[in-house]
Nanobody, 113 residues
């Protein structure tokens, strides 16, 4: 069971990035998926979630800018981030509830002002 996050990088404020979370040993269509982030000196926080039925929700701080989507054929979940702000700078992690909870390794997003 493994989650591999990628797609982070350095972007200017107002720009966009798409993060990917590729899974092995997990069937996303049968499990809860979430994207979390942790900024320096802050606690890890939930950014976006997708339920087993495909329903989605995002945190108020990113509503209207971020969305979560999945490609079942590729067993990959995406976090599309638009209108990025410096306060979005963080390490982003994907998570699934499989096997009591599995985390990806994180990908760094840095937004410059």
């Amino acid at each position: 069971v493994q989650l591999q996050a990628s797609g982070g990088g350095l972007v200017q404020a107002g720009g966009s990035l798409r993060l990917s979370c590729a899974a092995s040993g997990i069937i996303f269509s049968r499990n809860f998926i979430g994207w979390y982030r942790q900024a320096p000196g802050k606690q890890r926080e939930l950014v976006a979630i997708m339920g087993i039925g495909g329903q989605t929700d995002v945190a108020e701080s990113v509503k209207g800018r971020f969305n979560i989507a999945k490609d079942n054929a590729k067993n990959t979940v995406y976090l599309q981030m638009n209108g990025l702000k410096p306060e979005d700078t963080a390490v982003y992690y994907c998570y699934s509830n499989v096997q009591g909870g599995t985390w990806g390794q994180g990908t760094l997003v840095t937004v410059s002002s």
